[in-house]
């Protein structure tokens, strides 16, 4: 069984060639299971704000976090309830409620005219929690950064220029989502209805990082077996999506995955995750280099936009479109 390996995003940035290269070989011998474990220069600071303030949200009543509903933005801004996303391969919806926010690219940009349903503003709560915008948006500017950095790593391991995905991704529609999972206990008949935390699903995106979370419940399927994902104390999670796996031409798969509480788990669990996308108008096509006479191209030319249309309708959360009640 392949196993999750862990590097050192600052050894590729700052170390030799040959520095370089073992951090990206760690990489993509990583990425076999879907995962990677990375060290970084993150403010230990600035996660404890944003989870400090996150927390707080999730503690207010029902109709307060109704406030920061957004039932037009698809579920990428504002707040979520507990039983509405599911997973695509799921008739039972997830145990779980999100808070989304993002960043907008400049006032008039392009991009925000041609594809204004995914750059809507995020509902910040300020009225409630002092300094909420500021932390959040520092948070979610700094992870936008550092996931950007590592598809450098991952642009080498391709056989492509470190450069390959800046341009893609620069105002991509990045979104980062504080999840809380209550108490499995808490859950429809205690959860003897089936519901779980979050069923198995792969992202949708090019790669999404999770720099904390606050219990274990996270596993990876790796070879058939479910495994439990355990980083270095201090180490960002990173998963390649659906997105990547497309531009990769299947050299690097999706990582799949589930979050599970054990029967000895009784508390909550809060995570904060942020999903790294290309600009809505990137066409997905395979990376020249990912293609070759032994790995022929496997999948068509489609837009980033029309994939993530299709996967926010699989996952119920077209408020006008469900596919489960």
């Keep these: 069984m392949d196993r999750i390996g862990d590097v050192?995003?600052?050894?590729?940035?700052?170390?030799?060639?040959?520095?370089?290269?073992?951090?990206?070989d760690g990489v993509m011998t990583s990425l076999r299971t879907g995962f990677v474990y990375t060290a970084h220069d993150l403010s230990g600071g600035l996660l404890d704000d944003a989870y400090d303030v996150l927390g707080q949200f999730f503690e207010l009543s029902n109709g307060e976090k109704a406030r920061y509903v957004d039932p037009e933005s698809f579920?990428?801004?504002?707040?979520?309830?507990?039983?509405?996303?599911?997973?695509?391969?799921?008739?039972?919806?997830?145990?779980?409620?999100?808070?989304?926010?993002?960043?907008?690219?400049?006032?008039?940009?392009?991009?925000?005219?041609?594809?204004?349903r995914w750059y809507r503003p995020s509902?910040?709560?300020?009225?409630?929690?002092?300094?909420?915008?500021?932390?959040?948006?520092?948070?979610?500017?700094?992870?936008?950064?550092?996931?950007?950095?590592?598809?450098?790593?991952?642009?080498?391991?391709?056989?492509?220029?470190?450069?390959?995905?800046?341009?893609?991704?620069?105002?991509?529609?990045?979104?980062?989502?504080?999840?809380?999972?209550?108490?499995?206990?808490?859950?429809?008949?205690?959860?003897?209805?089936?519901?779980?935390?979050?069923?198995?699903?792969?992202?949708?995106?090019?790669?999404?990082?999770?720099?904390r979370a606050t219990a274990r419940g996270l596993q990876v399927r790796i070879d058939g077996e479910w495994v439990d994902a355990a980083p270095p104390e201090g180490y960002v999670i990173i998963n390649s999506g659906i997105m990547l796996e497309h531009l990769t031409n299947g050299m690097i798969d999706a990582g799949w995955h589930r979050v599970v509480a054990d029967p000895e788990q009784i508390q909550d669990r809060l995570s904060v995750v942020q999903f790294c996308h290309p600009r809505p108008s990137t066409v997905l096509t395979p990376a020249p280099s990912t293609v070759t006479d032994e790995r022929p191209?496997?999948?068509?030319?489609?837009?980033?936009?029309?994939?993530?249309?299709?996967?926010?309708?699989?996952?119920?959360?077209?408020?006008?479109?469900?596919?489960?009640?």
């Design 297 to 325: 191209c496997r999948y068509e030319a489609v837009s980033a936009e029309d994939r993530l249309e299709e996967v926010i309708w699989e996952i119920n959360l077209i408020p006008d479109a469900r596919r489960l009640d």
């Design 75 to 116: 579920g990428a801004r504002g707040y979520t309830g507990a039983l509405t996303e599911t997973a695509a391969v799921s008739d039972r919806p997830d145990w779980k409620e999100m808070f989304n926010w993002s960043d907008l690219p400049p006032a008039g940009h392009p991009l925000t005219v041609t594809y204004g």
């Design 123 to 211: 509902l910040f709560p300020d009225d409630e929690i002092e300094r909420a915008t500021e932390i959040l948006t520092e948070f979610h500017r700094r992870l936008v950064d550092l996931q950007r950095r590592f598809l450098r790593i991952i642009a080498e391991g391709i056989g492509a220029h470190e450069s390959y995905f800046d341009n893609m991704t620069n105002y991509g529609t990045h979104l980062s989502r504080a999840i809380h999972y209550p108490p499995m206990s808490s859950a429809p008949d205690g959860g003897a209805q089936g519901h779980v935390w979050a069923d198995e699903h792969a992202d949708i995106n090019l790669i999404t990082a999770l720099p």
């Design 8 to 24: 050192d995003l600052l050894a590729f940035e700052r170390g030799s060639a040959s520095a370089r290269r073992a951090v990206t």
